[in-house]
């Protein structure tokens, strides 16, 4: 069984921890071959290995290859064709070629390899969100205020300010127990975002028309039919859709107008799914709470006035890209292969 890696730099650009997993992975079953291409030279895979004609398994990882390449490859059973992460699937003409020459070839099946570093980190803007734990942190390091718990004349009031109580009541606050959460999504992220609140005791309901009704089920959420009687059942508002043509501006000004004051706003998926001049409008006029890590002005410049707010929550969009997602997306594309006996069954 001979196993060959080319991976061009572009691919360690995107996934820089992807070759470490991938050679822990593919050594389970044998000797591997790394070759690290240049970043500058034109390169093509056919002409880097060494005796193609004996490669079983072939990883092509943003490495560029053509169909006289794969003619070389006389032995080869399994293949995966790496592109650019917009565009996943070879070129028409090596899936062609692929195909011809009876070589399995795989390409990335889900986007689930970073579901759970991105519903991880919406849970912790979430709590962040409820707790200002940002804007203490921030406040801390500047001044010793924060921990001055006293009231005037030292008596206390109902409502006020109290001992080691630091949230902001003018908006949703506390624990996630009990919360009504309402998401708008039902896929990997968000099925997953949905657990987690179950699990801390929020009252959760999602409403998703793009998704099967197992997905409901799995998340711990009630399906709700009615987008318009989510948003005003809110008290934390998750989108969470993936942004295509159906659902860039779904949830509308009208939406966002409706959602209750005083409403946790939690974004980590794609901003554009809102109509954000709404959403900024609103924020900035502190009628709701903001913790996002993805924008519709990314990267948001120095002046934005979102930035520095004590009702907002921001970090630099980065709630997918863990250590962990690197690994799940070498591992989505390895668990594909056909398990070694069958190969020297074959």
């Not at 318009?228 to 779904?250: H, Q």
Request: net charge negative; glycine share 6%.
């Amino acid at each position: 069984m001979r196993s060959v890696i080319v991976v061009h730099p572009e691919f360690d650009r995107t996934w820089p921890f992807g070759i470490e997993r991938l050679l822990q992975l593919v050594k389970q079953d044998g000797p591997v071959e790394l070759i690290r291409l240049d970043a500058f030279a034109q390169s093509i895979v056919g002409d880097v290995v060494d005796q193609p004609e004996t490669v079983d398994r072939l990883f092509s990882l943003n490495a560029e290859i053509t169909t006289s390449c794969l003619e070389k490859f006389t032995s080869l059973k399994e293949a995966v064709i790496e592109c650019t992460f917009q565009r996943a699937l070879p070129k028409p003409e090596i899936i062609e070629a692929l195909n011809r020459l009876n070589i399995r070839w795989y390409t990335q099946p889900t986007e689930g390899f970073w579901s759970q570093s991105v519903s991880e980190f919406a849970l912790g803007l979430t709590i962040c969100g409820l707790r200002r734990i940002p804007q203490l942190h921030h406040d801390i390091i500047q001044s010793q205020k924060p921990w001055d718990y006293d009231v005037p004349g030292g008596i206390g009031a109902p409502g006020g300010r109290g001992f080691q109580f630091g949230d902001d009541t003018r908006f949703t606050n506390g624990t996630v127990e009990g919360k009504r959460v309402r998401i708008v999504g039902a896929g990997n992220i968000a099925s997953r975002y949905a657990s987690f609140v179950h699990m801390l005791g929020a009252d959760v309901a999602a409403w998703d028309p793009f998704a099967t009704e197992p997905s409901f089920h799995r998340a711990g959420a009630r399906k709700e039919w009615h987008l318009d009687r989510l948003i005003k059942e809110a008290e934390i508002f998750v989108p969470m859709l993936p942004l295509t043509t159906e659902t860039n501006g779904i949830i509308t000004s009208e939406h966002i107008n409706a959602l209750p004051k005083g409403t946790l706003v939690v974004l980590a998926t794609r901003a554009e799914i809102c109509d954000m001049n709404a959403l900024r409008k609103r924020v900035l006029e502190d009628e709701l709470c903001l913790a996002a890590d993805v924008f519709d002005i990314e990267p948001l410049p120095l002046s934005d006035p979102l930035l520095g707010r004590p009702n907002v929550i921001h970090t630099p969009h980065n709630a997918g890209r863990t250590k962990d997602a690197n690994y799940r997306f070498i591992e989505k594309l390895y668990e594909q292969f056909l398990p070694l006996a069958n190969k020297e069954r074959s």
